[in-house]
């Protein structure tokens, strides 16, 4: 990643631009030809500095009111297995193992849900727990209760 | 939002093409013009349903690094400890959620090292243990909410 790379991300953090050839009023923007511009973010892509171009809907303004982190502490032997199976459930938007901090916090795997009713959430967590069966010791749900901050990425020179 | 609109939600969470005229590209596989689209789009940004339109970047590929943490705020001084902590440009996102464990917040910096010494930064200031839970590992992340 270079400088113009760097310069490109600091360009698109706000969007892309609703115009009808974006990628040539960006690269316009930063002084590089359409095509260097299309490449480059190609390249990003490729190499996973870009996850992907696409819209982030806000998830309550669809209609999912009921976002929870579902948390799990599962025996870390079957870990791998079991969080890869988690996480292609198709109502899990995130899925990850992180560390425990026991005696307070014993789980270790995470994973997000959204759900549009109480009813359809309490499905979820008990698919994630069927899937889990013997292997998973506990687990608990945290609601989100209130947004207190929400900022896309940042990035300086 | 009609059946349009959330065709075009729909579509767009899935990704979107590199190529001179990508909106025309995707306004041909949604059956509507291109105009119709970027009006949309700019409707659907406007009104909030979607929150961003871009290209998503992945942090620690970019050489910074990310983590989950959390904090145990005692309720009468919740919104003060919450103002603490979002006062650092490092912190992200910030939710209260429904557990002892009741505010949990996600720090994006451009070294790995800025993590620590900004975990350090908001327990001197909080006076709070911060409970600092870095991924292990990544199984799953994107988003597929269907509109």
């Known amino acids: 990643m270079d400088s113009i790379d760097r310069t490109i991300i600091r360009a698109t953090q706000a969007g892309l631009p609703l115009t009808p050839e974006p990628y040539q009023t960006l690269a316009q923007q930063i002084g590089i030809s359409a095509d260097e511009l299309m490449q480059r973010l190609t390249h990003m892509q490729t190499t996973g500095i ?9 998830h309550y303004k669809l209609g999912y009111r ?10 870390d032997a079957q870990m791998d297995n079991l969080g890869t199976q988690v996480g292609l459930l198709d109502f899990v938007s995130h899925c990850y ?3 425990r901090h026991l005696p307070e916090w014993p789980y270790n795997l995470f994973a997000m849900i959204h ?11 008990a698919d994630i727990a069927a899937l889990l069966g013997t292997h998973c010791r506990a687990h608990d749900v945290l609601y989100s209760t209130r947004i207190l901050k929400k900022t896309g990425l940042r990035i300086s020179q | 939002m009609d059946d349009i609109d959330r065709n075009i939600i729909n579509t767009l969470q899935a990704g979107f093409p590199i190529c001179p005229s990508p909106y025309q590209q995707v306004a041909e596989t949604l059956n509507i013009s291109e105009q119709e689209l970027l009006v ?10 979607l929150s961003r339109f871009g290209p998503l970047f992945h942090a620690e590929h970019m050489g910074g690094a990310l983590t989950l943490a959390a904090v145990q705020a005692p309720e009468q001084d919740f919104d003060k400890m919450a103002a603490i902590i979002n006062a650092f440009p490092e912190v992200a996102h910030n939710y209260a959620r429904k557990h002892k464990l009741n505010m949990w917040f996600v720090l994006a910096t451009e070294t790995p090292a800025q993590i ?4 350090h930064k908001i327990e001197q200031q909080t006076g709070l243990h911060v409970y600092n839970m870095p991924k292990i590992h990544e199984y799953f992340v994107g988003l597929k909410l269907e509109a």
Request: aromatic share 2%; proline share 4%; charged share 20%.
């Open chain 1, 50 to 58: 870009i996850r992907r171009i696409g819209a982030v809907p806000n």
């Open chain 1, 66 to 75: 009921h976002n929870g982190m579902t948390v799990w502490d599962v025996a």
């Open chain 1, 97 to 99: 193992h992180r560390p």
């Open chain 1, 115 to 125: 759900s549009k009713t109480a009813a359809e959430a309490e499905q979820h967590i």
């Open chain 2, 40 to 49: 949309r789009l700019q409707t659907l940004l406007e009104t909030g349903v």
């Open chain 2, 116 to 119: 620590e010494q900004t975990l």
